[in-house]
T-cell receptor, first 117, second 115 residues
Framework: AQTVTQSQPEMSVQEAETVTLSCTYD???????LFWYKQPPSRQMILVIR??????QNATENRFSVNFQKAAKSFSLKISDSQLGDTAMYFC??????????????FGKGTLLTVNP | DAGITQSPRHKVTETGTPVTLRCHQTENHRYMYWYRQDPGHGLRLIHY???????DKGEVSDGYSVSRSKTEDFLLTLESATSSQTSVYFC??????????????FGQGTRLTVV
């Protein structure tokens, strides 16, 4: 079974600064996807960024980027130029990419990020 | 936004009563999931469906049952609610895509309180 570990229950950052959220995972699979989801106080689960394990290039989406280290099974999220609207719970998630897996997600416990003005 | 609607959005019920939560999608996605979210646990999979009438258990399925009679609807039933089932419940849908774009889309969540 896969496990996802987020070792930082809470973090805070000043507006306009950069912050990195950590995620490690454990799997014996070679083909999989990794995701970061954001959950603001509205409770909505919003996909922030996705990474395919077969791609060596790190994914980026505007101010959000990842550092994907497949051998180390590490998948950290970097948020640049932090904004007040980035305040949310962030979840790291793992999905096996084979149809036999039924594309289920395994989540970490989350990191609560607070952006301070 | 993906067309996923959960109902009800909030519910308070008494211990021992049956409760059914509904997830309705308009995306024609094959896969549907029910997760529960609890502080300190993240989201955990309760049950999932890989087609009409095809369902299976997740990691925290005890006390829950599901049904999927149509592609668009996935029902989660608590046969006899207990206080440990007080939680926020999320429905999600997924459809495998080529090019690595498989992802899950989530409903708005249902906050269930069992008193």
């Amino acid at each position: 079974a896969q496990t996802v570990t987020q070792s930082q229950p809470e973090m805070s950052v000043q507006e306009a600064e950069t912050v990195t959220l950590s995620c490690t995972y454990d799997t014996s699979e070679s083909n999989y996807y990794l995701f970061w989801y954001k959950q603001p106080p509205s409770r909505q689960m919003i996909l922030v960024i996705r990474q395919e394990a077969y791609k060596q290039q790190n994914a980026t989406e505007n101010r959000f980027s990842v550092n994907f280290q497949k051998a180390a099974k590490s998948f950290s999220l970097k948020i640049s130029d932090s904004q007040l609207g980035d305040t949310a719970m962030y979840f790291c998630a793992f999905m096996k990419s084979s149809s036999g897996s039924n594309y289920k997600l395994t989540f970490g416990k989350g990191t609560l990020l607070t952006v301070n003005p | 936004d993906a067309g996923i609607t959960q109902s009800p959005r909030h519910k308070v019920t008494e211990t021992g009563t049956p409760v059914t939560l509904r997830c309705h999608q308009t995306e024609n996605h094959r896969y549907m999931y029910w997760y529960r979210q609890d502080p300190g646990h993240g989201l955990r999979l309760i049950h999932y469906s890989y087609g009409v009438k095809d369902t299976d258990k997740g990691e925290v399925s005890d006390g829950y049952s599901v049904s999927r009679s149509k592609t668009e609807d996935f029902l989660l039933t608590l046969e006899s609610a207990t206080s440990s089932q007080t939680s926020v419940y999320f429905c999600a849908i997924s459809e495998p895509r080529t090019g690595g774009r498989t992802e899950a889309f989530f409903g708005q969540g249902t906050r269930l309180t069992v008193v």
